[in-house]
């Protein structure tokens, strides 16, 4: 049975400094009366989705963090909120920061041509940018995919897989959630992004042009 007074936050590592930097931030949000807070990481995975679901099925956290090594959470009242969301609405399964209304049939959540929601600030080129899209106000907007970067849960939904490596598992994921009548929504997170997302190394484009032909001949 889940424990409702419990949040994990879960991440695949392979960089350490990185890791460092993220887990300091965690350690540093505000934590709500009665709840208990810990962090997970799983480093060796040959996929993420691998290692989420070695993570998922090894803690009865009813709230689990799925956040990238490369992620720094700045608001000191993430956890506040994230609970408070859930607690009103017990059909929303997972929540995200940044995502698209309408998956396209190419499966790149980023290129879809119809609304896409959140905001996010990316780290890059030693410059801070703000990545903007169209704002969330007030009740979390209901998403067919979000980004893997962040991916808060109050259900526990074994990971496929079948979606090998470090890409789309997050699409499908959403996915998943909705073919188990389970709501995905970006959350509103008021006037400025809740986290710093630390872009690194530029996409492998081949790994990741594999990954996709996988992940469509899944989901199509």
């Not at 169209?134 to 995919?145: C, D, E, I, N, S």
């Not at 992004?193 to 001949?217: K, M, N, Q, T």
Request: hydrophobic fraction near 45%; include cysteine.
């Amino acid at each position: 049975m889940l424990d409702p007074r419990r949040v994990t936050f879960i991440s695949c590592v392979n960089d350490e400094a990185l890791y460092a930097r993220c887990l300091r931030e965690l350690q540093s949000l505000e934590v709500p009366p009665g709840f208990e807070v810990e962090q997970l990481a799983v480093r060796g995975a040959p996929s993420m989705t691998v290692g989420y679901n070695a993570a998922m099925r090894a803690n009865n956290a009813k709230y689990k963090i799925y956040l990238h090594q490369d992620v720094f959470i700045t608001h000191k009242g993430f956890l506040h909120d994230v609970i408070a969301t859930f607690e009103r609405d017990p059909g929303l399964g997972m929540l995200g920061l940044v995502g698209a209304e309408k998956l396209p049939a190419h499966g790149i959540w980023w290129d879809s041509e119809g609304p896409k929601y959140g905001a996010v600030f990316e780290f890059k080129d030693n410059a801070l940018h703000l990545r903007n899209l169209t704002p969330v106000v007030g009740k979390p907007q209901l998403v067919q995919a979000i980004d893997g970067l962040l991916m808060a849960t109050q259900v526990d939904l074994p990971w496929n897989e079948r979606i090998e490596g470090f890409d789309f598992y997050d699409v499908s994921h959403a996915l998943d959630f909705w073919r188990a009548d389970y709501q995905v929504a970006v959350v509103d997170q008021g006037a400025l992004p809740w986290v710093i997302h630390a872009l690194g190394e530029p996409l492998d484009e081949e790994s990741y042009r594999r990954h996709r032909l996988r992940f469509l001949e899944l989901y199509r």
